[in-house]
């Protein structure tokens, strides 16, 4: 016992340290190290984060009592038009007809809109195959049609005929009332 002091602890050292005092201070230093590197990584994390002008823009509400049946209105959605279109029941049934057809993205009309919101059709109104943006009665099948290369689109939004690999996008929105949509 050449290493312990006369009249000392157990668990104290020759110095007179004692080693819970030591663990402490590692502890507590290394907790202060790593609360200056958040602080320090916090302001370049949050930079990262969208801009309030661009969360504005994630969502938005449409009233649908301006679009009578048979109307489409264009809003602007994320930079993007998007069609909010009123369908007649003859644009429905020509939608479900097709139900069946040799669809080269295949999907039912029942998933494009929202249960018992037949008549309520919302597209993103971008061609799929290059970005452009189609118009509606045009084309072969009596929906949209991209005329910058030829797509056609069904009263469904789906591609029917032409270079267009898939559907009209159908964005993630809710009815708020029946006359209130939230997109986004």
Request: proline share 8%; with cysteine.
């Amino acid at each position: 016992m050449a290493d312990t002091v006369v009249g000392a602890t157990p668990d104290q050292h020759a110095s007179g340290e004692d080693p819970s005092r030591r663990d402490f201070i590692h502890i507590a230093a290394t907790a202060a190290a790593a609360g200056a590197v958040v602080a320090i990584a916090w302001p370049l994390v949050d930079q990262m984060n969208p801009a309030g002008d661009t969360l504005a823009l994630a969502s938005i509400e449409f009233d649908l009592s301006k679009v009578s049946p048979g109307q489409q209105v264009v809003v602007k959605w994320r930079g993007k038009p998007l069609f909010v279109r009123n369908r007649t029941p003859a644009e429905i049934a020509a939608a479900i007809k097709d139900d069946g057809a040799d669809l080269r993205d295949p999907e039912t009309d029942e998933v494009r809109h929202k249960p018992g919101k037949a008549e309520w059709l919302v597209l993103v109104g971008t061609c799929t195959h290059l970005g452009c943006v189609p118009t509606f009665g045009g084309g072969d099948y009596g929906g949209w049609f991209c005329p910058c290369h030829g797509s056609h689109y069904d009263t469904s939004g789906r591609i029917r005929k032409g270079p267009a690999p898939k559907n009209l996008v159908v964005p993630d929105y809710a009815f708020l009332s029946d006359t209130k949509v939230k997109i986004g």
